[in-house]
């Protein structure tokens, strides 16, 4: 059950952790009541099991707050239908600059065109997942313009060499990122490689924050690069 009295809020921060709500009524009552509130910028929705209910009523308080800011729905098993209303909702509010999605089964494809039309996210938060090289190669493209984003974390997400690849391609043309994490990928020596020549040729980044972590025969980097006239 989701706390009472919901209607009474006005606190900055929303916290409806392991809920598990599992009918839709506990839910569109809660939402009803944050939708009404000036003040939430932040809601946070970890561990739900929202894959058991429809999440529209979290749509529309996404999509229709004025003053939601932050969003996170972490280890609720959205995958990618849930997963799509949540986009949808952050394309539509144009407040929103903080999205965490990890951990609920996602393949990626449909961050594509998110990062294409997105005009203020700062932050996307996909660890553990599901992207696998092709989701890596979609979000790539995203990025690849997107003017606002600062800090992408695709750890733990089964990604390898194409998709490397395909991260490195982009991060050659994106001028606005700041931090990406892809530690736990099995992203092979090329591309690392691939991705470290990337950050060597960004001219515009003052420091950028690349972790990457890996066992068995590969390697260990955790390091910024530095604007080479700083």
């Known amino acids: 059950m989701y706390p009472v ?3 009474r809020l006005s606190k900055e921060e929303i916290i409806l952790q392991v809920c598990e709500a599992k009918t839709a009524g506990p839910q569109k009552a809660a939402c009803i009541a944050i939708l009404d509130n000036r003040f939430v910028e932040q809601i946070d929705f970890e561990q739900n099991a929202l894959e058991y209910v429809p ?11 004025a003053s939601l800011k932050h969003v996170r729905i972490t280890s609720n098993g959205l995958k990618s239908e849930g997963a799509g209303i949540v986009c949808n909702a952050v394309q539509e509010n144009k407040r929103i600059v903080s999205l965490d999605l990890s951990d609920n089964g996602l393949d990626g494809k449909l961050f594509e065109k998110l990062l294409n039309t997105s005009t203020s996210l700062k932050e996307l938060y996909l660890s553990k997942n599901n992207l696998i090289d092709v989701g890596a190669q979609a979000l790539a493209r995203g990025m690849e313009c997107l003017p606002t984003l600062h800090v992408l974390d695709l750890s733990w997400n089964h990604i390898r060499l194409t998709g490397a690849i395909a991260i490195g391609s982009a991060l050659a043309k994106n ?3 700041k931090v990406l994490n892809l530690e736990w990928n099995g992203l092979h020596l090329e591309g690392a490689k691939s991705i470290s020549i990337a950050l060597s040729k960004k001219q515009n ?16 980097i955790n390091y910024t690069v530095r604007h080479r006239n700083q």
Request: charged share 15%.
């Open 205 to 220: 980044t003052r420091g950028f924050g690349f972790n990457l972590q890996q066992t068995g025969r590969t390697f260990n």
């Open 175 to 177: 001028r606005s990122l």
């Open 55 to 65: 999440i529209y009523a979290i749509g529309d308080v996404i999509a229709h707050s």
């Open 5 to 7: 009295h919901l209607e």
